[in-house]
């Protein structure tokens, strides 16, 4: 048996809910978790949560239940729910406990995040002078690639295109509504190559997973435990291409997506070509392509071709983004790395209804990237 | 190197630091437009009677030295293009609460000979 299991998920619906706020959102995400595994509130020895815009996570023991377990709040970016995860799995692995939780929700404002440049050690002058969104880096980052490897903007479009039909499939999705070539690729342009349909917006959602040891998994009734096999985080090495970065050094290196998967693979003991399933942080259309290779899934210029085929359609050879992405369910920072876990889970136990990936797939693995240039990945099996 | 200045060095975790002005031409190492209009904050207020006004954005790889980043100005008829000749020149890049026009580095296509 694996030494950390996933034995619960739970998952507010993203999107828009003015009714809920974001931490309420994370409750109702915990509350799901626990009725999915079978166990009580009580029964949580230890938890790890955050959000970017809606408040510390910590609080929610107020509508849980006050039971004094520690409660560690992470604030890691768009690799919070990531981080969150981490924390966790090294409580089960370091033997401090046998059932822990990873809980991310948030909400935003509608439109591209407002930066406050002190925040990520830049001068007032970065955004006084319209340098600090990260539309502009993923466009920026996109261009340089597209030019040195030949993708094309049809390969953008294949990938939104994409997303918006897994999203159609996808009940908890926000945006449920598949959308055509035509509409994707005539929609205004935002930052060149990127246009409307092409970017995730920031949104609203929650999640929440337990992890056990093998002890508490052999206690507990519940579902068939996924196994945890790898969570690793990176952080950015000199001369690579980051968020936020007034300069870049000419001697180019390797993105932390690239470290944190090797890292993971190792842990693993796995490769990339055993994966039967992926999430891949699709901030935008081009981010999702250059993941793809960032991961391992294939070699730099081939995601043209393979988009073309249809490889990471559902029925492909490596679906991807099963759930609809960033790009159809939007981008609750602190709950999209979760997310890509949660949807990995439904697949690995086939309960994934209209959008399963057909032959029974029993690897998944996942990618978040953000702010300022960090990576977390994590490697599944049923 | 690193820009702007900072007290120790990204790469080798050193804080033996050297200021030194940078070369003033390079080639464009890649480049986007920004169509809609920042958030304020952090962007500064633009007060134009015709609303936003798109701009360019790009890094310039400096020979030898480091790539920065860039606002850039160029006619909307000049197309750009990776690896095009820059230099640096100074722009107005937007205009301030009290109606004061804030003038900043940017860099401009040059002649290929340059």
Same mark, same amino acid.
């Given at each position: 048996?694996?030494?950390?299991?996933?034995?619960?998920?739970?998952?507010?619906?993203?999107?828009?809910?003015?009714?809920?706020?974001?931490?309420?959102?994370?409750?109702?995400?915990?509350?799901?978790?626990?009725?999915?595994?079978?166990?009580?509130?009580?029964?949580?020895?230890?938890?790890?949560?955050?959000?970017?815009?809606?408040?510390?996570?910590?609080?929610?023991?107020?509508?849980?239940?006050? $039971?004094?377990?520690?409660?560690?709040?992470?604030?890691?970016?768009?690799?919070?729910?990531?981080?969150?995860?981490?924390?966790?799995?090294?409580?089960?692995?370091?033997?401090?406990?046998?059932?822990?939780?990873?809980?991310?929700?948030?909400?935003?404002?509608?439109?591209?995040?407002?930066?406050?440049?002190?925040?990520?050690?830049?001068?007032?002058?970065?955004?006084?002078?319209?340098?600090?969104?990260? $539309?502009?880096?993923?466009?920026?980052?996109?261009?340089?690639?597209?030019?040195?490897?030949?993708? $094309?903007?049809?390969?953008?479009?294949?990938?939104?295109?994409?997303?918006?039909?897994?999203?159609?499939?996808?009940?908890?999705?926000?945006?449920?509504?598949?959308?055509?070539?035509?509409?994707?690729?005539?929609?205004?342009?935002?930052?060149?190559?990127?246009?409307?349909?092409?970017?995730?917006?920031?949104?609203?959602?929650?999640?929440?997973?337990?992890?056990?040891?093998?002890?508490?998994?052999?206690?507990?009734?519940?579902?068939?435990?996924?196994?945890?096999?790898?969570?690793?985080?990176?952080?950015?090495?000199?001369?690579?291409?980051?968020?936020?970065?007034?300069?870049?050094?000419?001697?180019?290196?390797?993105?932390?997506?690239?470290?944190?998967?090797?890292?993971?693979?190792?842990?693993?003991?796995?490769?990339?070509?055993?994966?039967?399933?992926?999430?891949?942080?699709?901030?935008?259309?081009?981010?999702?392509?250059?993941?793809?290779?960032?991961?391992?899934?294939?070699?730099?210029?081939?995601?043209?071709?393979?988009?073309?085929?249809?490889?990471?359609?559902?029925?492909?050879?490596?679906?991807?983004?099963?759930?609809?992405?960033?790009?159809?369910?939007?981008?609750?920072?602190?709950?999209?790395?979760?997310?890509?876990?949660?949807?990995?889970?439904?697949?690995?136990?086939?309960?994934?209804?209209?959008?399963?990936?057909?032959?029974?797939?029993?690897?998944?693995?996942?990618?978040?990237?953000?702010?300022?240039?960090?990576?977390?990945? $994590?490697?599944?099996?049923? | 190197?690193?820009?702007?200045?900072?007290?120790?060095?990204?790469?080798?975790?050193?804080?033996?630091?050297?200021?030194?002005?940078?070369?003033?031409?390079?080639?464009?190492?890649?480049?986007?437009?920004?169509?809609?209009?920042?958030?304020?904050?952090?962007?500064?207020?633009?007060?134009?009677?015709?609303?936003?006004?798109?701009?360019?954005?790009?890094?310039?790889?400096?020979?030898?030295?480091?790539?920065?980043?860039?606002?850039?100005?160029?006619?909307?008829?000049?197309?750009?293009?990776?690896?095009?000749?820059?230099?640096?020149?100074?722009?107005?890049?937007?205009?301030?609460?009290?109606?004061?026009?804030?003038?900043?580095?940017?860099?401009?296509?040059?002649?290929?000979?340059?």
């Amino acid at each position: 048996m694996s030494e950390v299991s996933i034995i619960g998920i739970g998952l507010h619906p993203f999107g828009r809910t003015p009714q809920r706020s974001g931490m309420e959102q994370g409750v109702v995400a915990a509350q799901a978790a626990l009725a999915d595994a079978g166990i009580s509130w009580k029964d949580v020895q230890y938890a790890f949560g955050g959000s970017s815009a809606a408040g510390n996570a910590d609080t929610m023991v107020n509508r849980l239940g006050l $039971t004094g377990l520690p409660f560690i709040n992470v604030a890691n970016g768009c690799a919070t729910g990531g981080s969150a995860l981490l924390g966790a799995y090294m409580a089960i692995r370091s033997g401090q406990c046998d059932v822990a939780i990873a809980v991310g929700f948030d909400k935003h404002e509608a439109g591209a995040f407002a930066v406050n440049p002190s925040d990520w050690g830049l001068g007032n002058w970065y955004g006084e002078s319209g340098l600090a969104l990260t $539309t502009q880096f993923f466009a920026m980052k996109l261009k340089r690639y597209m030019h040195e490897y030949g993708i $094309t903007n049809d390969a953008l479009v294949r990938v939104a295109m994409k997303a918006f039909a897994n999203g159609a499939m996808n009940p908890n999705a926000w945006r449920r509504k598949a959308m055509t070539y035509e509409e994707i690729a005539e929609s205004p342009m935002l930052n060149d190559p990127l246009r409307k349909y092409m970017f995730c917006s920031p949104a609203e959602g929650g999640v929440a997973l337990l992890l056990a040891s093998p002890a508490a998994v052999r206690r507990s009734g519940g579902r068939k435990p996924i196994a945890l096999r790898a969570a690793a985080i990176r952080t950015r090495n000199f001369g690579s291409f980051e968020v936020f970065s007034p300069s870049l050094a000419l001697q180019r290196t390797q993105s932390p997506s690239v470290m944190a998967s090797r890292a993971a693979y190792e842990m693993a003991g796995i490769g990339p070509e055993d994966i039967d399933v992926a999430q891949l942080q699709d901030t935008e259309s081009g981010a999702e392509i250059m993941h793809m290779a960032e991961n391992g899934f294939c070699r730099d210029g081939e995601q043209e071709s393979m988009l073309r085929d249809g490889a990471t359609l559902i029925t492909g050879r490596l679906p991807v983004n099963t759930d609809g992405g960033c790009l159809a369910n939007g981008e609750p920072i602190g709950a999209s790395g979760l997310r890509q876990v949660y949807e990995l889970c439904l697949q690995l136990r086939g309960d994934a209804g209209a959008r399963q990936v057909p032959n029974d797939p029993r690897i998944g693995y996942s990618h978040v990237y953000g702010a300022p240039g960090v990576s977390a990945v $994590t490697i599944l099996s049923s | 190197m690193n820009f702007p200045r900072q007290a120790s060095c990204p790469r080798c975790c050193g804080s033996d630091i050297t200021a030194r002005p940078l070369g003033s031409v390079g080639r464009l190492w890649t480049w986007t437009t920004q169509e809609f209009a920042p958030k304020s904050p952090p962007y500064a207020v633009t007060r134009s009677p015709e609303g936003f006004a798109p701009f360019l954005v790009g890094y310039i790889e400096l020979p030898g030295e480091v790539i920065v980043e860039s606002r850039i100005v160029a006619p909307r008829s000049q197309k750009l293009a990776i690896d095009m000749p820059m230099q640096l020149t100074f722009a107005p890049l937007f205009t301030d609460a009290e109606g004061i026009e804030v003038i900043g580095f940017a860099f401009a296509p040059a002649p290929e000979d340059t």
